[in-house]
């Protein structure tokens, strides 16, 4: 369909925004399909607020520390709305051919009649993103009046000298404003109109254009938030006001790491649950500035490190398979240290505190998977005169023929299995934290520096 009259043959109907987005948004839940995949953590909390508000046709500001999955939700929103959709092809603002909103469109209906040219659009590029920066201006948003329009001889105040905005030529579609506090309060300002009366005030001229739009933005709490804040008028015109959160459950902190976590090595998922362990702990030390928060970004980047480190050894010592163990975890701590932002009273202890906060998580990570074994023997074997050493530079095969002998009994083995592990990479990483456990139950002792740890 390429004309206006093919379109009417179909027998389409227009269909405002804000019904379509609630009428796919229904269907999908009648059919008991998921419309928010990928987002862990939310499903009985922040997901109900965000259905019931789209079903009511509110806009959205959803508020919540870094890293706590605002910006992909906000993208999320796509997948409510009609795969394609036609518009009147050469339209600025992307105008329904059966619900024009510019004289100048209307015009063009009626001198081209069903002849009148439409062109579809997908739902992604429905989809409008802006970063809100303090240099951002009314121009950007809005729009402005063209220069170069008014010198081809039109009259400044014909709507055609204008040079539409983001928000504007989001029409039909979504706009979301990430940071929306750093936005510039005469900015916001500009937005009022928009969001409520739906007209577009330009250089002092009013125009009266039906917008058919929904606005989402992101903000983290005006508590912390100290370049700016949402004022109240915007405040109000948003009709949800929605708190987000970090995972509450650990499998969804785990599984957030999995699904967004580029890895270029085999993380074994005890690894995994440490580090998901270590992330959420940070974030109930008082130690830590809670109002920065530890975004998921840090476990995801910590994950990404550890199989980076992996990698690095398995290509200089010639390994087949690059399987990240406990000692590249250390490289990880070393590098994220940085991105945690502890309270003032704490300079100085920076470090200290990062390597507790870790064996404690690897503590709780340890004990159910190592309460059932008997790990006498290994305890023996470690006599003081015998040690085990591993470094970021030992290879799986190095380490596991350095271990000690330990007679008749199978605990290597009982070892592997309780952490599931088969390729002589994993048996290495099981039997390191295995070590671990020990030395953090006070069984075994043991002495890091320069890259190697030996247990004894």
Known sequence: MSTLGELKATGYIHRPLRQEI?????????KG???????????????????????????????????????????????????????????ELREDPLAPITAATRARIKAEGDALPISWIHRDDRYAEKLATPDTSVADL????????????????????????????????????NELPDLAERIQVAMLNVMEERDVQIRGYMLRLPLDLLVVASANPEDYTNRGRIITPLKDRFGAEIRTHYPIELRDEIAVIKQEAKLVAEVPDVLLEILARYTRALR?????????????????????TIAAAALHRATIRGEENAVARLVDVDAAVEVLGGKVEFEAGEEGREWEILDYILRTATAETLRPRLRPLDLTALIAALDGSVTVSTGAQVSAEEFLESLPELGDTDLYEEIATAFEATTPGQRANAIELALEGLFLSRKIAKDSGEGETIYG
């Open 22 to 30: 609630r009428a796919n948004l229904l269907a999908k839940l009648e």
């Open 33 to 91: 399909e998921d419309p928010w995949p990928g987002l862990h953590g939310l499903q009985h909390t922040v997901i109900p607020q965000v259905e019931r508000a789209l079903i009511a046709g509110h806009d959205i500001v959803l508020l919540g520390e870094r890293g706590q999955g605002k910006t992909r939700l906000l993208r999320s929103l796509t997948a409510l709305l009609d795969e394609w959709t036609p518009a009147i092809s050469d339209s």
């Open 142 to 177: 809005i729009g402005d009046v063209d220069p170069m329009r008014v010198a081809e001889g039109r009259r400044l105040g014909d709507p055609e000298t204008i040079h539409f905005g983001l928000i504007p030529r989001s029409n039909r579609g979504i706009v979301a404003i």
């Open 284 to 304: 109930e030390s008082s130690a830590v500035n809670q109002r920065a928060g530890v975004s998921a970004r840090f476990a995801i980047a910590g994950a990404e």
